[in-house]
């Protein structure tokens, strides 16, 4: 916590031997008050900045694993009915504990957000205090001390962390103090991302009424004055008469038509320099659909006016990208960003998933899409890099000059 030094690993406790009975530890938050919104953003600003919960748990997750050293740790939210899941996860083996169901009660992480408080083990798999429903999956990634805090706010309870040692180990009081204060900030941090994108949605909606209520009004009444002409040519017995109704009935129908596509044309019109934010957009929800893996887009700065294939290059660089997370990356979150700065327009996908071998050959097997990707961009003045680790996943970089250039 604030004021205290870092705890390194030895701050752990030592580790235990086997045969010690072991039971699972739980803690009360009778000298820990829940710190205030104002405390949260003076002692962990760069969380409540990340409006984005995906990055928010990924920086999260990383910033937990490294207070004692520990081997791994994992982030899960709770979701419908109550139930938890793993969605986040830094220095595991294999991908047993990855996006895992837990109910609540069940297992170490379950029993935490039931009890709401944090809750720790020196032997996972021998430990009475806890159920041992997934002794199976924590065994495939060998760990043995294990650590589960609830992110709650006011009460409510969003998920859990864990952290977690491939040895016996106990825990000490500093380490757990600082893992509950970043708890709370994350708590604090999802909120704020469902906060926002509850009030996007309601922005949305508004416009969608608003065009609604605007075609009404100017499509109804016209509709109504023809259905009216229609019904009094039957009391019209001359056929000069008649074919004069309808012709005046067609230019009605005509001039229907061309307000209605007036107002689809409105609605599906927009700027230039809108262009690349929307369809990178576009992208992450088909990708979201399509693999169930949360896909954020984070625009960090306005988009300037770019060039056809200035938005198509980086547009197909995203693209080949997502499609490299599907196939290969077994990753939890991606995030997309998008900046415009020094002359540059740049795109970062960013996943947290498996690091891909930095010695293969982008034109060569599974990369040949982000390499024809990158020879695009090179053709248009800009580059692409791949950044990539076991620990924190792929990133990729592509991008151009924001001045405009010849179409290709």
């Given at each position: 916590m604030t004021g205290h030094p870092r705890p390194r690993k030895e701050d752990r406790g030592k580790p235990v031997s086997e045969n010690t009975p072991t039971a699972a530890h739980e803690?009360?938050?009778?000298?820990?008050?829940?710190?205030?919104l104002d405390n949260l953003a003076l002692s962990r600003a760069e969380l409540l900045v990340l409006t984005d919960e995906a990055s928010a748990m990924t920086t999260a997750g990383q910033r937990i694993r490294e207070i004692g050293d520990f081997d791994m740790s994992l982030i899960g939210r709770v979701e419908v009915d109550g139930v938890m899941v793993h969605r986040s996860w830094q220095g595991t083996k294999s991908n047993a504990?990855?996006?895992?169901?837990?109910?609540?009660?069940?297992?170490?992480?379950?029993?935490?957000?039931?009890?709401?408080?944090?809750?720790?083990?020196?032997?996972?798999?021998?430990?009475?205090?806890?159920?041992?429903?997934f002794d199976a999956l924590v065994e495939q990634e060998s760990l043995r001390g294990m650590l589960a805090v609830p992110m709650a706010y006011e009460g409510h309870v969003l998920g859990a962390m864990y952290v977690g040692t491939r040895e016996y180990s106990s825990f000490g009081d500093r380490v757990i103090a600082e893992i509950q204060s970043i708890a709370e900030?994350?708590?604090?941090?999802?909120?704020?991302?469902?906060?926002?994108?509850?009030?996007?949605?309601?922005?949305?909606?508004?416009?969608?009424?608003?065009?609604?209520e605007a075609l009404h009004d100017s499509v109804s009444p016209v509709l109504f004055r023809i259905g009216a002409e229609l019904?009094?040519?039957?009391?019209?017995?001359?056929?000069?008469?008649?074919?004069?109704?309808?012709?005046?009935?067609?230019?009605?129908v005509h001039a229907v038509n061309a307000s209605i596509r007036r107002s689809l044309t409105d609605l599906t019109a927009r700027p230039p320099e809108r262009n690349l934010p929307v369809g990178i957009e576009e992208d992450c929800q088909a990708f979201?659909?399509?693999?169930g893996i949360p896909a954020r887009f984070v625009p960090l700065t306005e988009s300037p006016d770019l060039d056809v294939s200035r938005v198509e290059a980086l547009q197909r660089l995203v693209r080949e990208a997502l499609v490299n997370v599907e196939k290969h990356a077994d990753a939890s979150t991606v995030v997309?960003?998008?900046?415009?700065?020094?002359?540059?327009?740049?795109?970062?996908?960013?996943?947290?998933?498996?690091?891909?071998?930095?010695?293969?050959?982008?034109?060569?097997?599974?990369?040949?899409?982000?390499?024809?990707?990158?020879?695009?961009?090179?053709?248009?003045?800009?580059?692409?890099?791949?950044v990539s680790d076991d620990e924190s996943g792929t990133t990729v970089r592509g991008w151009v000059d924001a001045l405009e250039g010849p179409s290709t």
């Open positions: 803690f009360t938050h009778s000298d820990l008050k829940p710190s205030i504990l990855h996006r895992l169901v837990v109910p609540e009660g069940i297992g170490l992480g379950g029993k935490s957000i039931m009890l709401q408080q944090p809750v720790w083990v020196r032997d996972y798999l021998s430990d009475p205090g806890i159920t041992h429903d900030t994350a708590a604090v941090t999802l909120l704020s991302a469902q906060r926002a994108a509850t009030q996007t949605e309601l922005a949305l909606e508004a416009e969608r009424k608003r065009l609604a019904q009094s040519l039957r009391a019209l017995a001359d056929a000069q008469a008649i074919h004069d109704r309808l012709q005046e009935i067609t230019e009605q979201t659909l399509r693999t997309v960003s998008l900046s415009a700065r020094s002359g540059k327009v740049t795109v970062v996908i960013s996943d947290d998933g498996r690091g891909v071998d930095g010695t293969d050959d982008p034109m060569r097997g599974s990369q040949l899409g982000l390499g024809l990707a990158a020879g695009r961009l090179e053709r248009l003045g800009g580059g692409m890099s791949v």
